[in-house]
């Protein structure tokens, strides 16, 4: 079953930085025609949505809680989509997961949308 695999999540004092990456699990998995999607998840809570962009790279949106602090980007000839989170704050703290949709762009934002998950990588900010 093909799976996205997340990375560069861990431990980062409030204010800091970190970059979580994305990749499909198997080479003959292309995301290139697809949608991408970070979300977040505490334990109890409903997923949320985090930023998301277009297939071509051409489009982006993200969570009010996070505008103006991270940056979603894709690099199609690395079949990879980034997440660079800057100014952390605690209340960042959950585990991160990307997604993938072959659905239109209109639901970027509904997580039970996306065809495709990571198992998810923990950021935690300390205060």
């Known amino acids: 079953q093909v799976q996205l695999v997340e990375s560069g999540g861990g431990l980062v004092q409030a204010g800091g930085s970190l970059r979580l990456s994305c990749a499909a699990s198997?080479?003959?998995?292309?995301?290139?025609?697809?949608?991408m999607g970070w979300f977040r998840q505490l334990p109890g809570k409903e997923r949320e949505f985090v930023a998301a962009?277009?297939?071509?790279?051409?489009?982006?949106d993200y969570g009010d809680s996070v505008k103006g602090r991270f940056t979603i980007s894709r690099e199609n000839a690395k079949k990879t989509v980034d997440l660079q989170m800057n100014s952390l704050k605690p209340e960042d703290t959950a585990v991160y997961y990307c997604?993938?949709?072959?659905?239109?762009?209109?639901?970027?934002?509904?997580?039970?949308?996306?065809?495709?998950w990571g198992q998810g990588t923990q950021v935690t900010v300390s205060s």
């Open positions: 997604a993938a949709s072959r659905r239109s762009w209109l639901y970027s934002q509904v997580a039970k949308t996306y065809d495709y």
């Open positions: 198997e080479r003959t998995f292309s995301i290139d025609g697809m949608g």
């Open positions: 962009i277009s297939r071509s790279g051409g489009s982006t």
